[in-house]
């Protein structure tokens, strides 16, 4: 066998061979990281402003919500007449709530099985005791 002695082993030309080969790749591969250290703290700071809450939703978006009840029937009478979408605007006094129909245009008998609708409804105040808002259900 021929080969050089290293250390107090003999080595083999392929086995010397190969550790020349991952001794240049080692160098190679530390000096590129070497160039990514700054790139990798700036990517894990970024990755750490994205880690923050959302805001809570303020409290001017708060609006009286119906109950599922109030939902479903509301839908069951949107879905009889034809109709795909209502806005109506609320204020509730106490136990009881005005209920104005703003969208879309309907026609009379529309409007009036719409009003029967939520002339049921119990409705319940927003985030924060919000009593007045606009809320808009749509045909399910």
């Known amino acids: 066998m021929s080969g050089e002695v290293v250390g107090s082993s003999v080595a083999l030309p392929g086995v010397l061979a190969y550790r020349s080969w991952a001794r240049r790749t080692i160098v190679l591969v530390r000096r590129r ?8 703290a700036l990517a894990l ?11 809570e939703r303020p409290a001017a978006f708060a609006r009286p919500e119906p109950d599922p009840a109030c939902r479903d029937r509301v839908a069951d009478s949107m ?11 609320v204020a ?3 136990r009881e709530a005005s209920v104005e129909l703003l969208a879309p245009e309907l026609t009379p008998s529309q409007a009036a099985g719409v009003r029967r609708a ?10 924060g005791g919000a009593t007045r808002g606009t809320v808009t259900f749509t045909r399910r």
């Not at 879905?79 to 605007?89: A, C, K, M, P, S």
């Open 45 to 55: 700071a970024c990755a750490g402003a994205s880690a923050q809450r959302a805001p």
């Open 79 to 89: 879905r009889l007449q034809g109709i795909e979408q209502v806005t109506v605007r």
């Open 118 to 127: 939520f002339a049921g409804c119990a409705w319940l105040p927003g985030e």
């Open 33 to 40: 990281l070497r160039g990514l250290g700054p790139l990798a």
């Open 92 to 94: 509730l006094a106490g």
